[in-house]
C-alpha cells in the first residue's frame, strides 16, 4: 500500500515514529506534500532522510497571497531536486472568506500547472468549494500534464474527471457514514485510475476516527474500498501500488510483496456502508529515470 498524499510536517509525531509505524503496517511509499517554501523544504528533506518518502513541491490555494515570479523560481529550483516526484498541491480554494483573492490562486494555479508540464511531473489538485473554475482551468490549461485529484471530493463530476485520465485519490472521509456518495464514486472508479492517502493529520479514517492521523492510516481507507468494491485488500493494494509507480515514477516494489503485514485493519468500513456488487495515465516513469539519469 502506498499513502499518495500526506502531510508529515504538519503531523506531531517525528518523522522516524510515523515512516516506522507506516512501514509495519506494510505502507510502501509515502507522499509528503508542501504547501509553501518552508513545507517544501521539510518535504525534500524528510524524502532525503527516508527512502520511502517522496515529495510533492507546491503553494496552496490558501498560500497564493501576491504569488509572483519569485515564488515561481522558488518553486521551480525546489522542484528540481531528485526526491521530487510531483508538483503541488494546486488548485483553487473558495471555501472561506479569508483565502486569497481569486485572481492570486488562479495566478499560483496557472504558473504551477505550467512548471508540471515543463519538469513532466503530475500535478496534484486541491479543490474546496470551487470544483467549476478548477474543472475549466485544468481543461483549457492542462492538457497533457497528468493530474492528481487529491482528495476527491466532487462525485456529481467523477465521470468528465474519468473521462479527462486524472488519477482519483480518496482520504478518510470516503469511510465516514455521512459520505455515501463518495462512496459510489470510490466503488465505481476505473482501477486504473484509483489510488489512496491520508492526507494526515486530518481526515482520520472512521474506525481510527478518534486519533489524529498519520501515514500508516492509510491502510484502513484502502480495506474499507477494497470491501466496498468487492476485492481483495492485497489485490486492491497492489492495483493502488501499480498506479501510484506509474504516476509518480517511483520503483515498484519487488515482485510477491504483499502489500499488507499481517492481517487488514478489522472495521475498516462504518455501519450503514454496505458493499455492492477509463483511461490509463499514460507511463512517465521510463523517461523520467532516463531525464535524472542524466543530471
Known amino acids: 500500500m502506498v499513502d499518495s498524499h500526506t502531510h508529515l510536517h504538519l503531523c506531531e509525531q517525528p518523522n522516524a515514529e510515523l515512516v516506522a509505524a507506516a512501514d509495519a503496517a506494510g505502507v510502501t511509499r509515502i507522499l509528503t506534500v508542501g504547501i509553501d517554501g518552508a513545507s517544501c523544504r521539510a518535504a525534500l528533506a524528510a524524502a532525503e532522510d527516508f527512502p520511502q518518502v517522496y515529495a510533492a513541491i507546491g503553494r496552496h490555494p490558501q498560500a497564493a497571497k501576491g504569488f509572483d515570479e519569485a515564488d515561481l523560481a522558488e518553486l521551480r529550483a525546489l522542484a528540481a531536486h531528485e526526491r521530487c516526484v510531483a508538483i503541488g498541491e494546486t488548485g483553487l480554494d473558495y471555501y472561506r472568506d479569508t483565502v486569497p483573492p481569486s485572481a492570486d490562486q488562479t495566478r499560483a494555479f496557472a504558473a504551477q500547472i505550467e512548471l508540471a508540464r515543463e519538469t513532466d511531473k503530475p500535478l496534484v489538485i486541491h479543490t474546496r468549494a470551487a470544483e467549476e473554475d478548477t474543472l475549466d482551468q485544468l481543461a483549457a490549461q492542462a492538457q497533457g ?102 504516476v509518480f515514477g517511483w520503483a515498484y516494489p519487488t515482485e510477491g510483496h504483499s502489500p499488507w503485514r499481517g492481517a487488514p485493519p478489522s472495521g475498516a468500513y462504518p455501519e450503514g456502508h454496505t458493499p455492492d456488487g477509463g483511461v490509463p495515465r499514460r507511463a512517465r516513469a521510463g523517461r523520467r529515470a532516463g531525464r535524472r539519469a542524466g543530471r
Not at 180 to 204: G, I
Open 145 to 246: 500534464v497528468s493530474v492528481v485529484m487529491h482528495c476527491f471530493s466532487m462525485p456529481a463530476r467523477l465521470e468528465e474527471c474519468v473521462r479527462r485520465g486524472y488519477a482519483i485519490s480518496f482520504a478518510g472521509n470516503v469511510t465516514y457514514k455521512n459520505a455515501a456518495d463518495l462512496a459510489e464514486a470510490a466503488r465505481r472508479v476505473p482501477e486504473e485510475l484509483l489510488l489512496v492517502e491520508t492526507d494526515a493529520p486530518y481526515l482520520t479514517p472512521q474506525p481510527v476516527r478518534k486519533e489524529r492521523n498519520q501515514p500508516a492510516f492509510v491502510v484502513h481507507t484502502a480495506a474499507f474500498l477494497a470491501e466496498l468494491r468487492g476485492v481483495g485488500v492485497d489485490e486492491l493494494g497492489a492495483a493502488v501500488e501499480r498506479n501510484a509507480a506509474r
